[in-house]
């Protein structure tokens, strides 16, 4: 099969197309043929290896010490099943499905095997395979932090900073099918998407600080990785959640020791692949709650210009990479 593989850590460049043999499904797993995967930051930083300070050792213990342990990205998919192994039976040949093999990875491929039980789900029908593709990381990101970790409730209001990448832009619907009043920030010329996926207000961050704000938000979610709590505590009302998705280890250290006040808190970490928040989105989605903005499409054949793009300061949203575009 057709796969694009790397085998040293470095720029796009390091992405070179290969044949690798096509995997047979064992007992308990699904054959699914691709057809297609994204740039996430998961697959941006297990290539490049820029991770935040403080967490460079943490990123080779986890991608691999000195190569990649997993030479074929994809950190998320959608395709068709084509085969289960023995004592499947929550899929069958021909259901579309969407999964998030998250650090797993091997969505570069015209093939992947996954486990019925790990996170894979049935697509929503009104969404095609790009869009698809590109729920799980976005979704699941936002969901995990929004609900899981904030507790979000209606009527909450919410401030996304960094809104138009591919967790912000998510988290914007998120939030919003979840009840929340959002305010989310970006550039300027960023700014009518955000209206688009249902922000309620927009801020142009190079012209209004939006940590100027006094006791204004039950929940600040911050991918961007600029804030922090000495910044952005006052924001907050009594009892407000200020979320890191993306942050270096100073500033988790920071939301640590920092003097908080009036229930106020302060938290990070990740978010992990379980099944049952794809069906969460998937139903969202389904009820037009939730449909990923892509930015750009590219063929499998050009992956590394792909991770180029993703690294475009102009990106909004997604980068959607076509497996098989049939």
């Known amino acids: 099969m057709k796969a694009i593989a790397y085998s040293n850590y470095g720029p796009p460049d390091v992405l070179k197309p290969v044949d690798l043999p096509k995997p047979a499904p064992k007992p308990g ?82 093939y992947a095997v996954i486990a019925e039980t790990a996170a894979i789900a049935l697509m929503p029908a009104d969404l095609d395979f790009d869009e698809a593709a590109a729920i799980s990381f976005g979704g699941a990101t936002a969901l995990n932090f929004l609900r899981d970790k904030a507790g979000i409730k209606p009527g909450d209001r919410v401030l996304i900073i960094g809104a138009s990448g591919t967790v912000g832009s998510a988290a914007v619907q998120v939030a919003k099918a979840l009840g929340a009043h959002v305010t989310a920030t970006a550039s300027a010329g960023k700014l009518d998407m955000l209206r688009h996926l249902g922000a ?45 998705v993306s942050a270096n280890l100073w500033q988790h250290i920071g939301t640590l020791f920092a003097r908080k006040s009036g229930g106020r808190k302060a938290s990070g970490g990740y978010a992990p692949e379980r099944a049952e928040d794809l069906h969460f989105l998937a139903d969202l989605a389904a009820r037009g709650g939730f449909k990923p903005h892509i930015d750009k499409r590219f063929p499998l054949a050009e992956a590394a210009q792909a991770h180029r793009y993703y690294e475009n300061p102009a990106r909004k949203g997604n980068v959607v990479i076509t497996v098989d575009p049939a």
């Open 200 to 244: 309620d207000e927009v801020i142009d961050h190079s012209r209004e600080n939006p940590a100027a704000a006094q006791s204004a938000y039950d929940i600040i979610l911050d991918t961007s990785g600029t804030a922090t709590y000495p910044k952005y505590g006052s924001s907050l009302k009594p009892g407000g959640r200020l979320l890191l």
């Open 29 to 110: 797993e699904v054959l699914v043929r691709i057809r297609a995967t994204s740039v996430t930051a998961g697959d941006y930083r297990a290539r490049s290896l820029d991770m935040p300070s403080g967490f460079g050792l943490v990123g080779r213990l986890v991608f691999g010490p000195f190569r990649p342990r997993r030479q074929v990205l994809g950190a998320e998919f959608s395709g068709v099943v084509e085969a289960v192994g023995s004592d499947v039976t929550r899929f069958a040949p021909g259901d579309r499905v969407f999964a998030y093999p998250g650090a797993g990875f091997g969505g570069y491929a015209e």
